[in-house]
């Protein structure tokens, strides 16, 4: 079992930024990528990015390409996402998630085994 929890959501103007970190204890030796989405009120679960957890390779989202960046460090087993120039669309509750049945960098929520309650983020225009 793999448990993680999110923090660092909150209120923040367009144009502005903010980091959401995901903390990952249990079994974490078997986690091979880490993967965040998010969703918006009414609409489904969509892939923001992520991050191969040993090579530190990432993917991202055209919609956030250049303004958020994954990172992790593997010695806090914890993983991050920086958020600039926020936009009033990038409002959402934001998802980390990990997958432990293998390597790769996966769109799909249905590759990842292991999820978090989420953080909300707010961005007003």
């Known amino acids: 079992q793999v448990q993680l929890v999110e923090s660092g959501g909150g209120l923040v103007q367009a144009g502005g930024s903010l980091r959401v970190s995901c903390a990952a204890s249990?079994?974490?030796?078997?986690?091979?990528?880490m993967g965040w989405f998010r969703q918006a009120p009414g609409k489904e679960r969509e892939f923001v990015a992520a991050?191969?957890?040993?090579?530190?390779?990432?993917d991202y989202a055209d919609s956030v390409k250049g303004r958020f960046t994954i990172s992790r460090d593997n010695a806090k087993n914890t993983v991050y996402l920086q958020l600039n120039s926020l936009k009033p669309e990038d409002t959402a509750v934001y998802y980390c998630a990990a997958r432990t049945r293998g390597s790769g960098l996966f769109h799909s929520q249905y590759e990842y085994d292991y999820w978090g309650q989420g953080t909300q983020v707010t961005v007003s225009s």
């Open positions: 249990g079994r974490t030796f078997g986690v091979y990528s």
């Open positions: 991050i191969k957890w040993s090579a530190g390779s990432t």
